[in-house]
């Protein structure tokens, strides 16, 4: 099989498919773990309670234990344990999602009322009408490392990686597959095709209601002696109270808090996934700075660093998984809308068990591609509504 895109959803599929044994091809157009797509940043968020949907709560479980196994395999540190909270209102919806999910999921959890949030995380600024959910298995995953970690295990398992190699043709027939490189024309039973925002070039006859966005990721610095912002001290986040709506994560590396704004911000669609490539601009960079102005008065609300991610879209904010085209050798797996890296392993798996077997042991009707049909047959275009329930859930 040859797996096309070794970012989150690629390197894992090539790792799962060559630790059974499968005949591996994975190529990247990029260096690995490269910023030019979507999965970089330096860190990203891990919850258990998730209010995309029961179909989801397998996926992030199966997910742990993956990363787990490939760090001891690999020896590379690809988890940090942070807990997590979710902060919101008072008999808001994301309080109640959050407790909804949780109680459903079986979840660890414990409900915060705002002066004990306060006494708990006092880097946050807590309104007397807060409340928050604290997760404590909740956490931060290292993209990059995460990334490395399965390319070298798939390649160890003795797949074919190839950097630096972009694909020019997918030709899919009766017997096989033909994926034309500018060096030379590979022929493969099976085709994952896991290449983010690029991913519907090669399918030209495939109809599938995707939109690419800008998202500007921004470190922020501790004023002297402000508080603690590392991960045995300052948890993984999303917050939606009053006017504010964004997500943060501690700091791991010592580039320091990492923040991101939700989905009430407009941020610019792309008409090409190049387009992106441009650095964060004083605008991109405001949101944050306001949000941290409000929500962190530890934090010097002047972005320290920043960087220039993006997010491919569906209408609901689910993700695309399975086979597409007429042949059913192709396994498309995309739009992951902003909340697919903590996914990433179990994607893999479930991508490399299509391949492979043409099923999975999940549950995946959620994720069907053929499922926009009838929203194509509409007069409606999904552009005009926005991305459905994703909002926050973009968070990083």
Not at 55 to 78: C, I, K, Q
Not at 108 to 130: C, G, K, S
Not at 240 to 267: A, F, H, M, N, Y
Not at 305 to 330: W, Y
């Amino acid at each position: 099989m040859i797996v096309i895109g070794l970012g989150a959803m690629g390197s894992m599929t090539a790792c799962q498919a060559a630790s059974r044994g499968a005949s591996v091809v994975g190529i990247e157009r990029f260096p690995l773990a490269h910023a030019r797509g979507s999965s970089h940043g330096g860190s990203r968020i891990y919850r258990q309670i998730l209010f995309e949907g029961k179909e989801y709560v397998p996926l992030a479980r199966r997910s742990l234990d993956l990363v787990r196994e490939l760090e001891r395999e690999s020896g590379a540190s690809l988890f940090a344990r942070s807990g997590g909270l979710v902060i919101g209102t008072h008999g808001g919806p994301l309080i109640e999602d959050a407790l909804a999910s949780a109680v459903a999921g079986g979840v660890e959890f414990e409900q915060l009322e705002p002066d004990e949030l306060r006494a708990r995380f006092p880097q946050h600024a807590a309104f007397d009408d807060d409340v928050a959910v604290y997760e404590p298995g909740a956490g931060a995953l290292r993209p990059e490392a995460c990334i490395t970690a399965a390319a070298e295990a798939a390649a160890r398992a003795g797949a074919q990686i190839r950097v630096e190699t972009p694909v020019l043709a997918l030709r899919p027939g009766d017997a096989y597959v033909e994926v034309a490189t500018g060096d030379e024309t590979l022929r493969a039973k099976t085709v994952v095709l896991a290449s983010g925002a690029w991913g519907l070039d090669l399918l030209p006859g495939v109809e599938l209601p995707l939109r690419t966005q800008r998202s500007c990721l921004a470190w922020f610095k501790a004023r002297q002696d402000q508080g603690d912002y590392r991960p045995e001290s300052f948890p993984v986040f999303v917050r939606e109270s009053r006017d504010l709506d964004g997500w943060g994560i501690p700091d791991v590396d010592g580039q320091g808090v990492k923040v991101g704004v939700g989905g009430t911000v407009q941020k610019r669609w792309l008409d090409r996934p190049e387009d992106n490539w441009e650095p964060p601009s004083a605008q991109d960079r405001k949101p944050t700075e306001d949000f941290c102005r409000i929500a962190f008065p530890g934090l010097d609300p002047r972005v320290a660093h920043a960087t220039a991610c993006m997010n491919s879209k569906t209408p609901d904010g689910d993700f695309i998984i399975g086979h597409v085209g007429g042949s059913g050798r192709v396994v498309f797996a995309g739009g992951f809308s902003g909340h697919g890296f903590k996914h990433s392993p179990a994607v893999g798996l479930i991508c490399a068990q299509l391949a492979l077997d043409g099923r999975t042991e999940f549950a995946i009707g959620k994720f069907a591609p053929n499922r926009f049909e009838d929203a194509r047959r509409s007069t409606h275009s999904w552009a005009g509504r926005g991305c459905g329930s994703a909002g926050w859930r973009s968070a990083r």
